[in-house]
């Protein structure tokens, strides 16, 4: 005989299984079924319910996928290009030079027939009456022998006007208003000759006048 309380529990089972033998269903409960447990009654065909059994498994096999949204990759900017290694440099305009404001002097000789040569030019320049070379030369010999820079000191005129000076020999006040401008050197030998020869044209009507006259004028 069996214990007490396993004879209640198997009445309990009894009595489910006779219940969905009575809905026609038949049910395995720990591998028994309600057609082993029902007293020999024969059990209606029908669906069978497991009770207690596993969780449906899960579908084996690949399976659909949502697609998944993917952000778009920033687009690279282009690299900066540099300039190849034997690109030809870039040359700057060159300078213009400074205009030329003033001629350059034209020099004819540091002797005396230079000295003359070039106060020829300017008188002639000047529009001042031109003696020939050879007059200026016999009077600059006869008055300083050709010495620029020669002074004297010992006649009438060093009293009057503190002596004549230069190749051509002039007082201070003839040549301060015989001379040109930008020729104001008393002893420089081409500013002695242009006053000389501009002072004789004034005062004698051409320098030839007194040019070989072996007296002062």
Known sequence: MLPRTWTTRINRRQARLALYAGLGTTVVVAGLSTAALAHGGSAQPGPTLHVGSPATPAPTGPQPTEPVPTTPAPAKAAPAKAAPANAAPVKAAPAKPAAVVQAAAKSCGNNLDG???EARDILSAHGDKVPSAAAIKARALTESSGNPKAENHWDANEAAYGGTYGLIQTIKPTFAA????????????????????????????????????????
């Open 178 to 217: 015989y001379s040109l401008p930008g020729h104001k050197d008393i002893l420089h030998p081409v500013d002695s000759v242009i006053a000389g020869v501009r002072y004789a044209n004034d005062r004698y009507g051409s320098f030839e006048a007194i040019a070989y006259a072996k007296t002062g004028y």
């Open 115 to 117: 000295w003359i040569a």
